[in-house]
């Protein structure tokens, strides 16, 4: 197998999943509150009826979560109403419940409190129920509720808009299910080591603000993490300002790897590309891509690239090609093949960038091909 001598010394155990926080294990649902306590395995007739006179199909929630019609006590009108007095009409009733039916177990005054609790970051209710209805589980999660308070407020006060925490409510629920303490020390330790990396005090909260909007769930990870990490990053002879600038290219996901994959990565790279620790470097500031990805995902991407024909110089010449995917690069190589364009032979620009990007750079080569030469010295043969 391609690589295999490279593999044998840069542990190829690890996964790219590493590198995102492991939001499936975080989904905090109540599931385990009620099952224990069930005393019949019958489902309970009266939420039946009552589900059923809100439109609510039965069989989604038996396919999906049945042990909720099994406990004793659900509050399916109670539930009902308060997100009828929110603005939901009855499809969007039935819709909530259908993707969430553990709401129907949480008390109307805990859902009252959590409704209080997101009414300080939205403009009125009927975005909130808007957003209830495409995030119910984030929104039904209340066994946080003071931490989630005491969270939003330390998150206006530090500055960012309600629209953003909105967005942290629904997409990165459990950054507020951390004790405000914590995610302040998280915070700090950003502070503290952006300011001894030479960054100015004035710019501080604009570097902060944009990268947790950036990347939220920097705030579940420790302060020991982060600042290992970036010791690493002056150890492998980064300037303080070029660490800023990874730390901004990165979006702060490297806060999320550890040194030893970073460190495998990097050998991997300078094995590959046969260069020195200083040319290295200068790759990695070009390409973060080479610090954050594990050995087997490079590996795979580098297979892919040499498998169409490409060169390792040419990888190493324009090496933000890593970024894509091997099914994207094929994609990309076919169009572009489609239109003459030999991507052996030239650089590797042509491949770069977002969905977006590539289209621009397509309908370039696109028109270039279609349009027709003209010569401006050249003699006009008319007609008598």
């Not at 005491?150 to 953003?164: M, S, T």
């Not at 330790?189 to 944009?210: C, D, P, V």
């Not at 990097?266 to 590959?272: D, R, V």
Request: proline share 3%; glycine share 4%.
């Amino acid at each position: 197998m391609l690589w295999k001598h490279l593999q044998e010394s840069c542990n190829l155990g690890l996964k790219f999943s590493s590198v995102w926080p492991d939001i499936t294990n975080r989904h905090f649902l109540i599931h385990s509150s009620y099952t224990t306590d069930t005393k019949s395995r019958e489902e309970n007739k009266k939420t039946l009826e009552n589900l059923y006179s809100l439109s609510v199909d039965i069989t989604k929630i038996r396919r999906l979560k049945e042990w909720v019609l099994l406990q004793d006590v659900a509050y399916v009108k109670e539930i009902a109403g308060i997100l009828q007095e929110m603005g939901a009409d009855e499809t969007t009733v039935a819709n909530i419940i259908e993707r969430c039916p553990e709401a129907i177990l949480h008390t109307p005054a805990e859902i009252n409190s959590q409704r209080a609790l997101w009414q300080l970051v939205c403009q009125n209710e009927k975005q909130l129920i808007k957003l209830i209805e495409q995030f119910p589980e984030s929104f039904f999660t209340t066994k946080y509720q003071q931490n989630q308070k005491a969270n939003i407020l330390f998150f206006q006060e530090l500055g960012l808009k309600n629209n953003i925490i909105t967005r942290f409510l629904t997409s990165a629920p459990n950054i507020f299910y951390n004790p405000v303490e914590k995610n302040k020390n998280v915070i700090e330790t950003l502070q503290r080591n952006y300011l001894n990396l030479g960054g100015s005090e004035a710019n501080m909260k604009i570097w902060i603000l944009k990268l947790l909007s950036q990347n939220p769930f920097i705030l579940l990870n420790t302060s020991t993490a982060i600042q290992e990490n970036l010791e690493f990053l002056q150890k492998n002879d980064f300037t303080d300002q070029e660490v800023l600038q990874l730390l901004s290219k990165l979006k702060g996901f490297i806060f999320q790897l550890n040194s030893t994959t970073m460190q495998q990565s990097m050998l991997f790279s300078k094995n590959i590309f046969k260069c020195s620790d200083q040319e290295l470097k200068q790759l990695v500031l070009k390409c973060p891509a080479l610090l954050y990805y594990s050995v087997p995902v490079l590996e795979e991407r580098l297979e892919g690239l040499l498998k169409e024909g490409i060169s390792i110089a040419q990888i190493r010449e324009t090496p933000m090609v890593l970024e894509l995917t091997t099914q994207i690069v094929q994609y990309r190589i076919k169009k572009l093949s489609a239109l003459g364009y030999d991507i052996k032979s030239g650089n590797l620009e042509s491949l770069n960038g977002t969905k977006k990007d590539f289209e621009v750079t397509y309908g370039k080569i696109q028109s270039k091909k279609e349009r027709p030469i003209f010569n401006p010295v050249a003699p006009l043969h008319i007609e008598d």
